[in-house]
Every structure is written in C-alpha cells, then in structure tokens.
C-alpha cells in the first residue's frame, strides 16, 4: 500500500488548532467548490520560498469559491521554529488570510501521506481527492517555474473538465516525523510500524 492517499479516494476528516485561536474541520468548508490542503513548515526553503505564489493563490482562487488551508505537521525535535508559536509569528508577519493549522499528533499527515513541504491536496467538492503533488516546477524562485500543476489542476476541476496530471511529485524538504532520522521518507504505511 502506497503512503500518500490515492486520487479518486475521500480525503481523511481532520479538526486542528489554528493560529488564529479557532479550531478548523474538514466539514467546516462544505460551502466550498473545492479546497486545496497544503502541508508545509516554517523553515523549508521550498515551502519559504512559496509563500507570494501562495497568497496570489489564495486571492485568485477564494473569490471562486476554493478553500486553501494550510498545515504544518513537523516534530519540533528538528526544527524548534516549526512550533505553533513561531506558525503564529510567521502568519502575522506574512499576514496569512487563510487558516494555518498545527498538526502536533502528526496524524492529519499520516492519514494524507504527506512527504515533502510543501506538499498539496485538492479535493473536489464530494471531498474526494483528485490532485496531489506540487504547485510547479520551482518552489524556491517562481519566476523560474515551467509548470502550474496546482494551477492546472484547481482550474480543470471548477471547468469540469478532467485533470491532466493528477498526481506530481513534491518539491521540498521531507515532512520531519517524529522518532525518524531527519531525512527519512516512507515509501509505505508499512514503513509507520
């Protein structure tokens, strides 16, 4: 069995804290045509390094009708600034408008299969996952970036239309579990025991 959830499967419920104090539910985004979930982190320079794509995302895509959240699942061993403190710091200097959650348990990313930050979800409006991967290319310069399989996929699903690439790569430092080595990448839930 794969690690990452597979495309056409009912994405896994969740209810996190956010950093804004509230507490966020899958089910609370029902009036949404589809919701984009992102795993990601404070530090990665793939994940920094997207962070103007991911505002320009969210103001395009909102006024359409697209949820975005954001959630960060590290352990905090490795890297201390992953904490919900410094997530709190960084979405008000940022001046994030969408919930940013913490995943302390690590249990949201287990059950997405979460590898890389970032690393994306779209879920169509049953709540199925129908994309997983990257946003393009190039997450530390998106001027370089050659690809928009975000982009791409989101606009398929709200034109009905089918996607291309349903599934891409990630790209970005791998989500950092707690009681693994810093770099390691489970190629199976198998992997967990």
Request: proline residues 6%.
């Amino acid at each position: 069995m794969g690690f990452t959830i597979e495309i056409s499967k009912f994405a896994p419920q969740f209810s996190l804290p956010g950093v804004d104090g509230k507490t966020y539910a899958l089910k609370d985004f029902t009036a949404a045509k589809a919701v984009v979930v992102c795993f990601t982190c404070n530090h990665c320079p793939a994940a920094t390094g997207n962070e103007s794509r991911e505002r320009a995302f969210v103001n395009e895509y909102a006024p359409k009708g697209v949820a975005y959240i954001a959630i960060n699942s590290n352990d905090l061993a490795f890297h201390p600034d992953d904490s919900f403190e410094h997530m709190k710091e960084r979405a008000k200097r940022l001046g994030f408008t969408w919930p940013f959650l913490r995943d302390e348990s690590q249990m949201v990313a287990k059950a997405y299969g979460a590898q890389r930050t970032p690393h994306f979800f779209v879920l169509d409006a049953a709540r199925k996952v129908v994309y997983t991967g990257r946003m393009d290319d190039n997450p530390h310069d998106g001027t370089q970036a050659t690809t928009h399989e975000l982009r791409d996929a989101v606009d398929a699903l709200l034109a009905g239309k089918p996607i291309r690439m349903p599934v891409t790569e990630p790209i970005g430092c791998n989500v950092k579990w707690r009681g693994k080595d810093a770099h390691w990448m489970p190629n199976s839930l198998v992997d967990f025991r």
